[in-house]
């Protein structure tokens, strides 16, 4: 069967042209492409949540198949359904469902049963598949509907998909649809919503069921987003991979643990203005150093402070520290916010100590990083940067960082750095 669409003219626009350039106005097409377990994003209509699926799918490195989940709205069809065969029409095209897979998660859920009404005038699922085909024309899914549960019916789903993904060696990207608080003032929900997002951001799916309840919080897609955690957590994520403000990204790369330090230190932090919680500090990390944390978005500097010298008692607390600072503190730029999160990208420097040298001569852009120090003032650049080739290039920068005169008398340092991306 073919299933139409049924909120095209309302949540977004159903001519292919008008969809297609609501959605270039919302997508970041310079942003860098991240491989990812899966993605939070809501789904209301365009004007309002657009912006923030479109600033999210932008840094997705996009599969061949889907699996989206999203909530009952409508209490149609039975209470956890997948739709195995067919497809979705929308008026960017049609999209196959993905029937092995489809049938593979059936046949590993205990609750699941196939089923076609509840996805006949559901939204939720809906809206995303635009977005995934303003980028990719030739993918598959599978839609999944959720009503109401506890905690074990969301678990047993997310392993039934993780299982099927593994059985059948897929490349997969996980969507899970769902709006955060909604129907309250800016104020409440700012709170509410922030009680959510830690709990995502931890993957802590059955803390983030009991804050529903607790608080309770208006949250439609609490269900898929349970449902993305315990899958995520089967296919290898943990909370360091994990980055968001309401369209939340599960990133699968190998990162340093440098800068995932950096990258969950900022984002815990501008969400929630709590630090990261430390069970250890990797051996890595428990010495000494100088460090330099950098910010890029879209491939422009974001944010960039560090320490020549340590400052704090280990390196974690060094990265910690610098990396709220490059966010929050660096006096070129305005503080980042939490849209912006999902568009950073992350490098931390590890900085030997810096010795002196006799001249220009001793000096490398390429290798070393350079300090000009005159008198209390201390000008420096790391090694290694874009557009700084030449030795002269790299102390005239310094000085005018420094506030240093170009023919005052400067005594010149050197040092390197171990560079984490």
């Known amino acids: 069967m073919i299933r139409e669409p049924v909120v095209d003219g309302q949540f977004y626009p159903s001519s292919p042209e008008e969809l297609k350039s609501m959605i270039q106005g919302m997508i970041d097409e310079k942003a860098v492409k991240d491989e990812v377990i899966g993605y939070y994003a809501p789904h209301a209509g365009y004007v309002y949540s657009g912006p923030v699926v479109g600033a999210t799918i932008s840094r997705v490195k996009l599969k061949n198949t889907f699996v989206i989940m999203g909530p009952s709205h409508t209490g ?8 195995a065969d067919g497809s979705w029409r929308t008026p960017l095209g049609d999209v196959e469902i993905d029937s092995e897979l489809a049938k593979a998660i059936l046949a590993n859920s ?3 049963k196939e089923d076609h009404l509840a996805h006949l005038q559901e939204h939720a699922i809906e809206v995303q598949l635009p977005f995934i085909q303003y980028f ?5 899914f599978v839609p999944i509907v959720l009503s109401h549960a506890n905690a074990s019916v969301y678990r047993n789903i997310g392993k039934a998909i993780a299982k099927a993904v593994k059985d059948l060696d897929k490349e997969v990207v996980l969507v899970a649809s769902g709006d955060m608080n909604h129907y309250e003032s800016q104020k409440i929900t700012r709170t509410k919503d922030k009680q959510a997002i830690e709990s995502i951001l931890k993957l802590e799916a059955g803390e983030l069921l009991e804050r529903v309840r607790e608080f309770n ?3 439609c897609g609490y269900g898929s987003a349970a449902c993305l955690i315990f899958a995520a957590k089967e296919l290898g994520a943990d909370n360091s991979s994990v980055v968001g403000y309401a369209g939340i990204l599960i990133m699968n790369k190998n990162e340093s643990p440098q800068v995932k330090l950096a990258r969950e230190t ?3 932090y501008i969400i929630s203005g709590k630090l990261p919680s430390l069970k250890t500090v990797p051996s890595e990390m428990q010495g000494k150093a100088g460090v330099f944390v950098s910010l890029h978005k879209g491939g422009e500097l974001r944010g960039c402070i560090g320490t020549i010298e340590p400052a704090e008692d280990n390196i974690t607390l060094e990265i910690i520290s610098n990396a709220i600072s490059a966010a929050t503190r660096d006096p070129r730029f305005f503080p980042v916010t939490a849209d912006e999160l999902p568009q950073l990208d992350y ?3 590890v900085l030997t100590e810096p010795e002196p040298v006799a001249s220009e001569k001793d000096l490398d852009p390429k290798k070393y990083g350079a300090i000009v120090e005159a008198g209390w003032r201390r000008g420096l650049l790391l090694p290694d940067l874009e557009g700084v080739d030449t030795v002269e290039r790299q102390i005239e920068i310094c000085r005018m960082k420094a506030g240093i005169e170009p023919k005052e ?3 010149l340092y050197r040092f390197e750095v171990k560079r984490y991306k």
């Not at 149609?76 to 739709?83: E, F, L, Q």
């Not at 990719?136 to 598959?140: E, V």
């Open 76 to 83: 149609m069809g039975v209470s956890y359904s997948i739709m």
């Open 110 to 112: 205990s609750y699941l």
């Open 136 to 140: 990719k024309s030739d993918f598959k």
């Open 217 to 219: 919080i208006s949250m």
């Open 266 to 268: 900022v984002g815990s």
């Open 347 to 349: 490098s931390v420097d």
């Open 409 to 411: 008398l400067v005594k």
